[in-house]
């Protein structure tokens, strides 16, 4: 059985279409290769938003007033728990994502923005998203997105993660290495 070290938590904020999914899909994909297990935390802003379609056993159990609904696949399980998370904090989120090498965390801008120790990386689709996130968040690891910052003068190196996966998938492991 597998022991596990110390959780590496990395936050992938920024505006809406920007890139953070494909950020996560990449380093996901480069990590899991070399051995690493990956958990990927969204957050979906939408209100009254359900991962459970209308009308499945599932959803009807839910409707009955289940507040746990744990739906068993043969390549899947899934839990659904209605609950309000409105008022989680992040350590509330991080407990769902048990015996895991790397959690990757998906928006969450609220929560994880004035968190000055947790690494982020920041995608961005314009220069003045760049400046903006450089003077309101700490620990950037890196931006990533269609905008590249290099000509900006900013301290935090840009990756483009489609072209040089490597490299923003190295800065993740040394960060997760140090635990």
């Excluded at 597998?2 to 959780?7: D, H």
Aim: glycine share 4%; with cysteine; net charge positive.
């Amino acid at each position: 059985m597998r022991t596990f070290l110390k959780t590496t938590v990395i936050a992938v904020i920024g505006s809406k279409s920007s890139g953070k999914t494909t950020t996560i899909e990449v380093l996901t994909k480069m990590l899991t290769k070399k051995g690493y297990v990956v958990a990927a935390v969204k957050h979906i802003p939408e209100l009254n938003f359900t991962i459970d379609r209308e009308e499945k056993d599932t959803w009807r159990f839910a409707k009955a007033g289940a507040q746990k609904i744990v739906s068993v696949a043969s390549d899947e399980i899934a839990t659904v728990e209605k609950i309000d998370t409105t008022s989680f904090s992040l350590e509330e989120i991080l407990q769902r994502c048990k015996n895991v090498d790397l959690v990757f965390l998906e928006g969450f801008k609220k929560l994880v923005g004035k968190n000055n120790g947790l690494p982020k990386i920041v995608t961005v689709k314009s220069a003045e998203e760049a400046v903006k996130a450089s003077k309101a968040y700490k620990s950037i690891l890196a931006f990533t997105g269609s905008c590249p910052t290099e000509t900006l003068n900013l301290k935090t190196p840009y990756i483009n993660v489609l072209k040089n996966p490597e490299r923003i998938a190295e800065m993740v492991e040394r960060i997760a290495r140090k635990k």
